[in-house]
């Protein structure tokens, strides 16, 4: 947004939403539930695993019921726009990508439950997508469409999949996204999308030639005023440790004209960084998932996620809330005092490389406060 007048706007963002597998199957039209995995050959499986944990699920739901009281903050903070990783295809296609295990895919009819969030732009750069082919793509595509949903990081050739979205913000300016993903992240190379063959906008490697060329993109689209955001599926599923190519190439990114970092993959919260003036976000977690029950990770808290609230503008740094959230019935709620603080003090752990604090605001909300300059 460097050197416009524009006045700032504030973005909702969320790391992965995964409306597949258990999450479609308590809606009005899941698809077929078999499954492909080792040890879960149903989608009910972990429908009924977030029962046995919290309670029953009237099935079917309601479109809006997965967001539960992350409605009520969309109503009340009205973002200029909203965007998330949808972590899934959207195709009716039973043609399973060879060589994976883990499938996600919601049925098209149930496409309304990103409607009823006002969802404004899905990033489709990520590890399931092409779960059930470039049919299933393909229909992603199609299907986000006809809801008036773009998306960004996945298309028909490559053209389409690096093409920056535009989404317009009011006073003359836009929001401008590009979208790609990390092979680190367990998407196949073979994903790739090439100029004659649909896929994902994947980089081979995060190196200064690869952020050249997205800068260079950057540099092609931009209008005065803009703000923009680079959505990057990175790194792997659990952990905290930052690969040290990460925070290079973030910094090369907000070096050459990036407002905002916008990293996903992992299923919990990662780092946050402020680099010069400009937010870097190296994983927002899950928000949407059906991983309700399952034991083996409890250390990493993934039930518990967040709503990035983000506040850009010309004048003045990045301002960064979060609205922690947690699973029950696979349905999103405000989680207890005590998970907050400890989602609190977690962040600031692992954030503190970066001099990162996070308080306690208003309404639990965690509010990103002074820190140690960077760059």
Not at 27 to 45: I, N
Not at 95 to 112: A, C, F, L, Q, S
Not at 207 to 229: K, N
Not at 291 to 315: D, F, K, N
Request: with cysteine; proline share 6%; hydrophobic share 40%.
């Amino acid at each position: 947004m460097s050197g416009s007048t524009a006045p700032s706007v504030t973005i909702f963002l969320a790391g992965d939403v995964m409306t597949g597998r258990g999450v479609d199957q308590i809606m009005a039209h899941p698809s077929s539930p078999e499954l492909a995995e080792p040890w879960v050959k149903s989608a009910l499986e972990y429908v009924e695993l977030a029962k046995r944990t919290h309670g029953p699920i009237r099935m079917p739901v309601d479109p809006s019921y997965i967001w539960g009281e992350c409605l009520e903050v969309l109503e009340r903070e009205q973002p200029a726009a909203s965007i998330v990783n949808l972590e899934t295809s959207i195709t009716v296609s039973d043609e399973r990508w060879p060589g994976k295990t883990i499938h996600y895919r919601m049925h098209p009819d149930n496409v309304e439950c990103l409607r009823a969030a006002r969802i404004d732009l899905c990033v489709l750069a990520n590890n399931h997508v092409l779960d059930f082919g470039v049919r299933g793509l393909l229909e992603t595509l199609d299907v986000l469409q006809d809801a008036g949903i773009a998306s960004a990081g996945a298309g028909r050739d490559l053209e389409q999949a690096a093409r920056p979205v535009r989404l317009p913000l009011g006073h003359g300016t836009s929001l401008l996204v590009l979208a790609f993903g990390s092979t680190s992240s367990g998407i196949p190379p073979s994903w790739a999308a090439t100029p004659s063959r649909p896929g994902v906008h994947l980089l081979s490697e995060l190196s200064s030639r690869t952020a050249d060329e997205i800068l260079a993109r950057v540099r092609s689209s931009r209008r005065p005023g803009d703000v923009v955001i680079a959505s990057i599926h990175w790194g792997g599923t659990w952990g905290f440790e930052l690969d040290p190519e990460q925070v290079v190439f973030a910094h090369r990114l907000i070096d050459g004209g990036v407002d905002l970092v916008h990293g996903h993959s992992s299923h919990h919260v990662r780092p946050i960084e402020r680099y010069r003036d400009r937010l870097v976000l190296y994983g927002c977690g899950d928000l949407v998932a059906d991983y309700e029950g399952i034991q083996g990770y409890e250390q990493w808290r993934g039930e518990l996620g967040a709503m990035y609230l983000v506040t850009i503008s010309s004048e003045e740094h990045s301002r960064l809330r979060m609205v922690p959230t947690r699973v029950r019935r696979l349905q999103l709620v405000r989680p207890e005092r005590a998970d907050v603080l400890w989602l609190r003090d977690l962040l600031n752990r692992v954030s503190r490389r970066f001099g990162t604090t996070l308080e306690l605001g208003e309404d639990d909300e965690l509010v990103l406060a002074g820190h140690t300059a960077q760059g």
